[in-house]
Every structure is written in structure tokens, then in C-alpha cells.
């Protein structure tokens, strides 16, 4: 990824992302799907897809979870922020999560 994630700054929670911001990025979602990524019932990295969804619609979930990261980025980049979806470690598991970064340097895991 070109993009630096954090250098050098704390990763603050989800609960600490500015209500606008929270707003902004839900509304960039388009189908359930989507939704539930973002309320984190489904994982970013695609990996709790099985049968049917991962074999033959693998790849459309994946386009699914690129377009919404580009639409977010879009979004957010208006407000002087960015996106990505980096592979982080959290709670000592290596996971694909979405990152925002604010316009101040602020870095979220969503």
C-alpha cells in the first residue's frame, strides 16, 4: 500500500471518530452487505465468506468492499481526510480493518 498508515501516532478508538465523520462514512453504503461491513458483523478481508459466497461470489464481494473503500476515501477526502484498509494487529491477530485518518493526523480503527 503507498499509503502511510499511522506514522508515529496512536491509534484512537472508534468511539473517539467525529460524529459527522461516522455519519459521512455510513452513507457511502450502498446494499446490506456493505452495511454489515461497517457495523462489523461480516470481516473486511473477506475470510468468514463460505460455500456458495466464497467459491462463486468471492470476487464480487471483494469488488463490493473495494468500491465502498473508494467511496469512502472520496467522501472523506472532501474534509481533508483518507481511508484504507490495512492489515493491523489487534487483540494479537493480524486483521484487514477500515483506518481513517483525520485531517490533524488523528489516526481511527473503525
Given at each position: 500500500?503507498?499509503?502511510?498508515?499511522?506514522?508515529?501516532?496512536?491509534?484512537?478508538?472508534y468511539?473517539?471518530?467525529?460524529?459527522?465523520i461516522?455519519?459521512?462514512v455510513?452513507?457511502?453504503s450502498?446494499?446490506d452487505?456493505?452495511?454489515?461491513?461497517?457495523?462489523?458483523r461480516?470481516?473486511?478481508?473477506?475470510?468468514?465468506?463460505?460455500g456458495?459466497?466464497?467459491?462463486?461470489?468471492?470476487a464480487?464481494?471483494?469488488?463490493?468492499r473495494?468500491?465502498?473503500?473508494?467511496?469512502?476515501r472520496?467522501?472523506?477526502?472532501?474534509?481533508?481526510w483518507?481511508?484504507?484498509?490495512?492489515?493491523?494487529?489487534?487483540?494479537?491477530?493480524?486483521?484487514?480493518?477500515?483506518?481513517?485518518?483525520?485531517?490533524?493526523g488523528?489516526?481511527?480503527?473503525?
Amino acid at each position: 500500500m503507498s499509503e502511510k498508515m499511522c506514522p508515529q501516532t496512536p491509534v484512537l478508538p472508534y468511539g473517539m471518530i467525529p460524529e459527522t465523520i461516522k455519519d459521512l462514512v455510513f452513507k457511502q453504503s450502498k446494499g446490506d452487505y456493505q452495511e454489515i461491513l461497517l457495523i462489523g458483523r461480516v470481516r473486511w478481508s473477506g475470510s468468514d465468506l463460505k460455500g456458495a459466497a466464497r467459491n462463486r461470489w468471492g470476487a464480487s464481494y471483494a469488488e463490493s468492499r473495494d468500491a465502498l473503500t473508494e467511496r469512502i476515501r472520496d467522501a472523506l477526502k472532501k474534509r481533508g481526510w483518507t481511508a484504507h484498509v490495512p492489515l493491523v494487529l489487534v487483540d494479537g491477530h493480524w486483521t484487514r480493518r477500515l483506518v481513517l485518518v483525520g485531517p490533524r493526523g488523528g489516526c481511527f480503527l473503525w
